[in-house]
């Protein structure tokens, strides 16, 4: 009897233990699923292209400017006296002349500044993810805009300029300021605007785009080169011609989502990669609930992004052809590259994981 009674005991432990263990699997299904912020899609990640060159090292021979004074430089540019701006993640608008000097020359402060481009007028425009976008110039800061259509711009990306004063810009994200979080829904929230200075007017180009990332102009400006990170591709939008207004596919199926996009003195694009997912990890984006999973639980992003884990650069023809491509295959000597701007005849490379600029001479390359 007392055998009989120790194993009526034991089936009701092992019972409530279950409904326990039970419990807690359905409470914590229903925290990830509660508190999720994304609502997600699948997202297909690109085949190996015969388009794609093959893996070099080339990034590895990249000289550091600038080492230990830059913040995660993410895009650079060069005024027409030849100062390199640049914008860090501490809040600085920091500039390179031509003798050699760094100089901080404006503090704007916050963390969000990234995409920059030089105006006609003197002074340079700024992307702020807070604030929208800005000028700024020898008599200071001012906003350009940071409203379309009623509401708020919140992730201002990449701009540029063109000859007669318009401004086009890259909103990367309506919904996120995480870029990741973008990328597990894998639902197309970014933009393409534009704005009218004589008119102070913004207006959206284009909507629904998969986190809406660089701009370029064509030489003759007469189409914008839009990048796309998630879907790696980009996008030629027509400003001139029959075709104006229309969009159609500059480049796809790229070995990395396209950052930023930059015009070659040639009329060719660099277009730097970054690498979306860890090899191994590719199936995350296969599933709903590990989306999810990911998403109530940042800390494990660093496991699946794998943008801090190698750098590539592309230089695509004007009729979308890669030309060539340049990398550092492990992130040995930079890595997480998000811009690559050629100027006198040098490779100038923003990073949003480095404390430098990285400058690649592409005559020995």
Not at 129 to 137: F, S
Not at 302 to 318: C, E, F, N, T, Y
């Given at each position: 009897?007392?055998?009989?009674?120790?194993?009526?005991?034991?089936?009701?432990?092992?019972?409530?233990?279950?409904?326990?263990?039970?419990?807690?699997?359905?409470?914590?299904?229903?925290?990830?699923?509660?508190?999720?912020?994304?609502?997600?899609?699948?997202?297909?990640?690109?085949?190996?292209?015969?388009?794609?060159?093959?893996?070099?090292?080339?990034?590895?021979?990249?000289?550091?400017?600038?080492?230990?004074?830059?913040?995660?430089?993410?895009?650079?540019?060069?005024?027409?006296?030849?100062?390199?701006?640049?914008?860090?993640?501490?809040?600085?608008?920091?500039r390179?002349?031509?003798?050699g000097?760094?100089?901080?020359?404006?503090?704007?402060?916050?963390?969000?500044?990234?995409?920059?481009?030089?105006?006609?007028?003197?002074?340079?425009?700024?992307?702020?993810?807070?604030?929208?976008?800005?000028?700024?110039?020898?008599?200071?800061?001012?906003i350009?805009t940071?409203?379309?259509?009623g509401?708020?711009?919140?992730?201002?990306?990449?701009?540029?300029?063109?000859?007669?004063?318009?401004?086009?810009?890259?909103?990367?994200?309506?919904?996120?300021?995480?870029?990741?979080?973008?990328?597990?829904?894998?639902?197309?929230?970014?933009?393409?605007?534009?704005?009218?200075?004589?008119?102070?007017?913004?207006?959206?180009?284009?909507?629904?785009?998969?986190?809406?990332?660089?701009?370029?102009?064509s030489?003759?400006?007469?189409?914008?080169?839009?990048?796309?990170?998630?879907?790696?591709?980009?996008?030629?939008?027509?400003?001139?011609?029959?075709?104006?207004?229309?969009?159609?596919?500059?480049?796809?199926?790229?070995?990395?989502?396209?950052?930023?996009?930059?015009?070659?003195?040639?009329?060719?694009?660099?277009?730097?990669?970054?690498?979306v997912?860890?090899?191994?990890f590719?199936?995350?984006?296969?599933?709903?609930?590990?989306?999810?999973?990911?998403?109530?639980?940042?800390?494990?992003?660093?496991?699946?992004?794998?943008?801090?884990?190698?750098?590539?650069?592309?230089?695509?023809?004007?009729?979308?052809?890669?030309?060539?491509?340049?990398?550092?295959?492990?992130?040995?000597?930079?890595?997480?590259?998000?811009?690559?701007?050629?100027?006198?005849?040098?490779?100038?490379?923003?990073?949003?994981?480095?404390?430098?600029?990285?400058?690649?001479?592409?005559?020995?390359?």
């Open positions: 009897m007392a055998g009989n009674n120790a194993f009526g005991n034991l089936n009701i432990c092992m019972r409530t233990s279950s409904t326990v263990i039970l419990a807690c699997i359905l409470a914590s299904a229903l925290q990830i699923f509660l508190f999720s912020p994304i609502s997600p899609d699948l997202l297909q990640l690109p085949q190996p292209s015969s388009a794609a060159l093959l893996t070099n090292k080339k990034l590895q021979e990249v000289a550091k400017i600038g080492e230990g004074l830059l913040d995660k430089p993410e895009d650079v540019c060069f005024d027409g006296e030849g100062i390199l701006y640049t914008a860090t993640r501490d809040g600085w608008i920091k390179l002349h031509r003798n000097s760094w100089e901080d020359w404006r503090l704007i402060g916050g963390g969000s500044l990234i995409g920059v481009t030089p105006t006609r007028t003197g002074g340079i425009i700024v992307c702020d993810i807070e604030k929208g976008l800005l000028k700024v110039g020898e008599d200071g800061v001012s350009l940071s409203h379309v259509n509401s708020k711009i919140k992730f201002a990306n990449d701009v540029i300029e063109a000859a007669d004063g318009s401004v086009y810009f890259s909103v990367a994200s309506t919904e996120f300021v995480n870029w990741y979080l973008d990328v597990l829904e894998a639902k197309p929230h970014g933009q393409l605007l534009k704005y009218d200075p004589l008119l102070n007017e913004t207006s959206i180009l284009l909507d629904n785009l998969a986190f809406a990332n660089g701009v370029a102009l030489q003759d400006e007469d189409f914008l080169v839009v990048c796309e990170t998630w879907k790696f591709r980009c996008l030629k939008y027509w400003l001139e011609g029959e075709r104006k207004g229309r969009t159609e596919t500059f480049i796809d199926n790229l070995p990395g989502g396209p950052d930023n996009v930059n015009l070659a003195p040639d009329g060719s694009f660099w277009i730097a990669l970054i690498k997912t860890s090899d191994g590719e199936f995350v984006h296969t599933s709903k609930a590990l989306k999810h999973l990911l998403a109530t639980f940042p800390k494990l992003f660093q496991l699946v992004k794998g943008s801090h884990k190698k750098a590539s650069v592309v230089k695509v023809a004007a009729d979308g052809k890669i030309i060539d491509k340049f990398d550092d295959p492990n992130g040995k000597v930079i890595s997480f590259v998000t811009s690559a701007l050629e100027f006198e005849d040098y490779l100038y490379l923003g990073s949003l994981n480095t404390n430098f600029i990285g400058i690649l001479p592409l005559k020995a390359a």
